[in-house]
């Protein structure tokens, strides 16, 4: 198999969706040669604009060798955009094309080719594997029913944390995410000022925007870091993941929701996409469409550690038997069986 990816490990969506099923597929079987389109992305800014772009046409040299001359049973394409000449090539070729994307990739005023770019990778591939249901009529429309393979999480690393009931212990609400997400924190701002004015509780932002703070509230605005991911959510009571409703975050994965489930943590969510299929109201999280509604939903959370107890198990055993990689990859063995 030749995996061509999007990103290297260090990006969210290559690392989930492709790069860490890498050992399950050698498990079954294949023989795994994985091409990036980019190296990991140096910190320092000689690196950044020098050798990081040097390594970047490295990457894709390799792919256009490896994709012209190259034996392969099975291309397994996460994301990427690859010329009508090479997929032809792949066709002649009679290689199975698998083609992976999650998120609404196509929609992107500032880059008006782009949906057609899309478009062809779904035409040419032989499979397609979305993220959710809501990525489906685009595929269809362009001549592919879609499978729906959820981003796994993974519950043999984000693991939920022990958590004493402590009633006078101040309640943290936290929010995972990356720096271009952080503008959907605005919908939650004024609940949590207000509950902050209430109530002893900590704000907790890891990957955010580093200038972004929230006054009024005892916030900590912390760096991501892969390796922190574990300790950083099991500092959070309650997660939260606030969306706009538009035809963008319709389409996106819910991967946050699915850590802190992972986590064991109470998820608060916004009715959009496929958060309205992750969580569970009363069961794992609630689901809050107004700031009156973000405001009832975590006041109840915060007054009560016994409901975020149960929830955060519930929402636990559902990332184990819904979303892990191990039940994620069951449904892509079956699909690469057919």
Known sequence: MLMLTDGNIDNASARIRAIQYIPYFEKVGYSVHHIPRISRIPSG???KYT??????????????????????DMVYIQRIFISKYLLKILNKKVITIIYDFDDAIYISPKRPGIREKVANMVRYANSVI????????FCLLNGKTAEVIPSPVETDRIRASHKSIDHGQPVTIGWIGSPWTTQF??????????????YRIRFLTV???????????????????????????????????????????????????????SAGIPCVASPVGINQSIIKPGENGYLAATEEEWYLFLEGLINDPELRSRLGSCGRRDAVELYSREICFKKLEKLLLK
């Open 130 to 137: 979305v993220s959710t249901e809501y990525l489906k009529p």
């Open 51 to 72: 050798i990081f772009p040097l390594q970047k046409r490295w990457y894709f040299l390799k792919m256009v060798v490896a994709i012209v001359c190259g034996r392969w």
């Open 185 to 198: 924190l605005e919908l939650v701002e004024k609940p949590l000022q207000m509950l902050a004015k209430k």
């Open 207 to 261: 990957g955010a925007k580093p200038e972004y703070s929230l006054s009024g509230t005892d916030h900590t605005n912390k760096m991501w870091h892969f390796g922190d991911e574990n300790e950083d959510l099991g500092r959070m009571d309650i997660g939260i993941m606030p969306l706009p409703d538009n035809e963008w975050t319709r389409m996106k994965g819910g991967y946050k929701l699915l850590q802190y489930l």
């Open 45 to 47: 800014l000689i690196g």
